[in-house]
């Protein structure tokens, strides 16, 4: 079996975590990186072609397009999988259908639905889901507006990376911080309000850009460390005895990587609450949920006061999302398995 995945690789999670699952597995995986077709080391032209990128000019994407069948062709891949594919073109598909018996299989981990991006944005993506042989959904909302298209997907759920978390030695509880960690991103809902209320307690890392907006206030500004990754990232999440989770409204989310990566680490997780999270965890069981700023000082003054209960969740958490496949070599034998179908 030959896959050949395709996708932005901005960083090195998302593609890069399925790639190397796949290639663990002892499958013939390669890679097609659009991101590089953006990126200059002249600052000049650098804005130009982010200006591409943003809004996926016919003319900045030729040359994605051209490579990606030559590609292809070359390697006669029998699954081309695309992740959150915004610059493909509807003939590029057409051609990339004639190799052999190649299936094509689409992901999106952002909602082609949701309000986080202009409808310009999506627009080549929403013209090639139609010839793909199967879509992914993150979310079940995504599942929703899908068959509103009258297209049936699968609900592919984010991961935990099992290699990384390997790398690492889980400090005993008792030797964690009580720090609050949150790793995120900036947006304004919940979490600003309620990272605002615990300052004193609170170590943050995110991307330092996105920690400037007006919303955000100086002590928050002041207080965030740039984003960290793979060994470093679980490094942080298995120093600390609680991690803290919001869910994105522009992005309609319901859960997040975070949600499984913070259990994994052995952390016990407390984050914004949603169904679907309550159905896997259970409110202070696996996880501790809160719907608004007085129910999160509850609960927070509340385990603050019994903190043997907080490494007690923290373990069944840890249970749940290991003996439960929240890992990506688990989603990734559910691609593999969906590919035999």
């Not at 018996?101 to 080549?124: A, E, L, Q």
Request: aromatic residues 14%; proline residues 3%.
């Amino acid at each position: 079996m030959k896959v050949l995945i395709v996708g932005e690789w901005h960083s090195l999670i998302h593609e890069e975590q399925l790639f190397h699952s796949f290639k663990t597995k002892g499958i013939d995986v390669y890679k097609f990186k659009t991101y590089k077709y953006f990126h200059s080391d002249i600052k000049f032209l650098r804005k130009i072609l982010k200006g591409c990128d943003k809004y996926s000019l016919r003319f900045s994407i030729k040359n994605i397009n051209r490579d990606l069948i030559d590609y292809a062709q070359k390697i006669q891949p029998d699954l081309l999988f695309f992740y959150r594919p915004r610059h493909i073109l509807e003939t590029t598909i057409l051609k990339i259908k004639q190799i052999g018996r190649v299936k094509i299989f689409i992901y999106n981990n952002d909602s082609p639905f949701g309000k986080k991006y202009p409808k310009y944005f999506w627009r080549r993506y929403l013209k090639i889901i139609n010839y793909a042989d199967k879509i992914f959904s993150y979310r079940p909302s995504d599942q929703l507006n899908y068959k509103k298209l009258f297209i049936d997907s699968e609900l592919l759920m984010p991961w935990f990376d099992s290699g990384d978390l390997k790398k690492i030695i889980k400090k005993k509880f008792s030797e964690r911080k009580d720090q609050l960690l949150f790793i995120g991103h900036a947006e304004d809902d919940l979490r600003i309000p309620i990272l605002n209320t615990v300052l004193d307690n609170l170590n943050l890392f995110g991307p330092t850009k996105d920690w400037s907006r007006k919303y955000v206030s100086h002590k928050l500004k002041n207080l965030v460390k740039p984003t960290i990754w793979g060994e470093d990232y679980y490094k942080t999440l298995a120093d600390h005895k609680i991690a803290l989770c919001f869910l994105s409204k522009i992005n309609n989310d319901v859960y997040t990587r975070r949600c499984f990566e913070i259990p994994a680490s052995g952390t016990m997780l407390f984050s914004e609450y949603s169904k679907e999270l309550d159905d896997i965890f259970k409110d202070m069981k696996g996880a501790v949920f809160f719907k608004d700023l007085e129910e999160f000082h509850l609960k927070f003054e509340y385990l603050k006061a019994n903190p043997e209960i907080i490494e007690n969740i923290a373990k069944v958490g840890e249970q749940i999302v290991l003996g439960n496949k929240f890992d990506v070599s688990s989603r990734v034998e559910f691609i593999i398995k969906n590919n035999s179908n």
